[in-house]
């Protein structure tokens, strides 16, 4: 499967960005997917997901409130919202998906087995 995200960009603290993450190869069906952040420097840093046959989503606890996921089933598409951004959530930001995940290791980035090419989100103070 390969994995497009895309919806990146340069904006000011305390605006919103959408970000997409589009698979192609096969669907989402029966997989985990999660979105990923990385800043310069830094680990990558679990940011939220979803189970796809199922729809349940989930978000890092430091970011709920802020950070929601959704998805849309036909488009085989998943996004994530992100408001009221800080400089702090500069980063690159990853989707990435798998079959073999359960949900104790949905934040560790070698559960999953396809990555995305990230796209970059920075936010001025």
């Known amino acids: 499967v390969q994995l497009q995200a895309s919806g990146g960009g340069l904006v000011q603290a305390g605006e919103s960005l959408r970000l997409s993450c589009a698979a192609s190869g096969r669907t989402f069906s029966g997989h985990r997917v999660g979105w990923f952040r990385q800043a310069p420097g830094k680990e990558r840093e679990f940011v939220g997901g979803i189970r796809w046959s199922g729809g349940n989503t989930y978000v890092a606890d430091s970011l709920k409130g802020r950070f929601t996921i959704s998805r849309d089933f036909n488009a085989n598409t998943l996004y994530l919202q992100m408001n009221s951004l800080k400089p702090e959530d500069t980063a690159l930001y990853y989707c990435?998906?798998?079959?073999?995940?359960?949900?104790?290791?949905?934040?560790?980035?070698?559960?999953?087995?396809?990555w995305g090419q990230g796209t970059q989100v920075t936010v001025s103070s």
């Open positions: 990435a998906t798998g079959t073999r995940i359960i949900s104790s290791q949905v934040a560790v980035p070698s559960s999953y087995d396809y």
